[in-house]
């Protein structure tokens, strides 16, 4: 049976949005575990009982929660400035994508919701792609110029910004053509969902080889702290 020609379009669409859900899942649900795994560890190495062992499960779970907080809050201040940069950069290109899709989508066919609204100049629409690459080039070349890497942290957060802003309008970059809510637009999407999962993994690759380094290189120099004795001692021995 020959089928339709209209039915093509209706299957390319179908594929296009099960893999965008696809990599939203990824995206979202590395994160989730992320948060759920911590978790778990905390409540099962904290002061928080076991759900087994508590008189009140929900209890227990505000308490093992409170203590991921802190645990949290704790490892942000102490980590390496390079984690702790990282994680500003997901947090803020998360949370702007989110926020950005959702007052567009509020915004559409409406053009002004309370004081937000379409920024136009005489005829001319300016999409928010253009103050995210000045907000990301601004941010990078400060990072750059300043050589402070104190600053980086900080710098990290505008630039997650710009680079969402950016990356939400990609595919009117390389369509040159306002296809924003279009089925080419969904491209957008893809590669903001790509881009955040990449960024995630980053995250959970470096938090895995900086766990990794602790264990091994302090065996490691343990175990060099222990034949230095016995080296001294050999040489003591041999030149008496």
Known sequence: MR???WSRPRAARLRLERRTLALGVVALGGTA???????ARVWRRGSA????????????????ARQTVEVAVAGYREGPRGETALLN????????FG???ALTYALRGR??????GDVV???????????????ALVAGGSSILSRDQRLDAWLAIPFGVGSALTLDESALLLELDD???????????????TTLALLSSVGLALRLLRRGERRVLEVSAGAEGQDEPERAGGLDRTAT
Do not use: C, N
């Open 33 to 39: 575990a992320v948060v759920v795994g911590e978790l």
């Open 3 to 5: 089928r339709s020609p």
């Open 49 to 64: 009982p076991l759900p087994a062992e508590a008189d009140d499960v929900i209890d227990a779970a505000e308490e093992a």
């Open 179 to 193: 296809v924003y809510w279009t089925e080419q637009g969904l491209l957008s999407v893809q590669i903001t969902l």
């Open 99 to 101: 926020l950005v899709r």
């Open 121 to 135: 100049l005489g005829k001319r629409h300016i999409h928010h792609f253009v103050p995210g690459i000045v907000i």
């Open 111 to 116: 053009g002004r919701l309370g004081p937000m």
């Open 89 to 96: 950069l997901v947090a803020s290109f998360t949370i702007t």
